[in-house]
């Protein structure tokens, strides 16, 4: 084992704290920053065996390296010897974390406790170990709740911190240097006063038809899949800032039944109501009444693909069917895309691809699958 001296020429500030020399505590400086660590030996001083216990910043700074630093405690012959390829590791990841390299100045953390005092407490959910993301809780007229991400930089309130939430519109929020978490706090409800009525139309088709997509829709979904039939659904994406005029709609499903729901929706249009919501609007144009949980199981309408025999591929459903009345075969785009591409007696021509109907052997087509996200 190196001697006492030779560690305190590379490394001045680690200190040994008991008279075995098991024990050390101290700094480690590397580019000019110090770092709080301490290593606790075995009795037999086996470097292999020891334990470092590292300040908040080194444990952030080693995410990705801890198999390197762990490796060279195996190897090291000496204390000192792991402590210069320790600091190398360190140089390594310093370079790899450039955000790591500016620690904010004392007066960061007072501002902070400041407007988390005028913001407060009550209203944070999360504080992460360097004190720069915060999660604030926000609930709008409805007792919606809701998430504001905040991402303070070091020269706060300087800087312009980096804001995100669930919701379906850029989250764009002034900033000035004399601005406030309780100022952005209080622009987020502004936010989530404009996008009440959207949430509303939302929140009336989840509650009174059966969703087929997304399977959990988050605040910042715009789109849903919405039951009609066995195999037969609509497609809607609503406009946040629009949300009772026509959506853009797409009808899925055979096109023995899609089409006149087609036709009825081509030649109702002109009888969309902007004062009534979307449900409402879609039953009056359609001439339907949308199947709900109140009446319907859900498995009625979540009919399996019939080639991989699963009702969810990934985060996709089966939207492709035969358009044989007599079969109706559902299938995910994917599968069928597969299915037939693989077939010698299908034909392709650019993105679509012609074959037969695995069931009934009817002509069938499919365009190329979109990746799954």
Known sequence: MANVSSLVNESPILLPLNKDKTMYDGFVTVQERDFRLRIVLPSDRQLKRAKLHCCWQLKHLLRGYQHIVKQRLQHSDNLVSFILEFKTVLEVALRGHP????????????????????????????????????????????????????????????????????????????????????????QFMLVLESLAEFWEVLDEIDRRTWVLEPERPSRADTMRRIAIGSNVSIRVDVNPRHPKMLPESCLLGAEHVVTPLRNKLNANMHMWNPGSSVLHNLQDVLEIEFPSPATHEKSSFSAECGICYAYRLETAIPDQVCNDPRCGQPFHQACLYEWLRALPSSRQSFSVVFGECPYCSKPITVKMAAPLS
């Not at 915060?134 to 980096?162: C, F, M, N």
């Open 99 to 186: 955000e790591s390299l500016s620690i904010p100045p004392p007066q960061y953390y007072s501002q902070l406790i400041t407007e988390m005092e005028m913001l407060g407490w009550d209203k944070l959910l999360f504080i992460d170990s360097e004190f720069r993301t915060l999660r604030l809780k926000a609930g709008d007229s409805s007792e919606r709740e809701h998430i504001l991400t905040v991402k303070l930089k070091a020269k706060h309130p300087e800087e312009s911190p980096e804001c995100s939430a669930d919701v379906p519109v850029p989250l764009d929020m002034a900033w000035t240097p004399q601005s406030t978490l309780e100022k952005l706090h209080s």
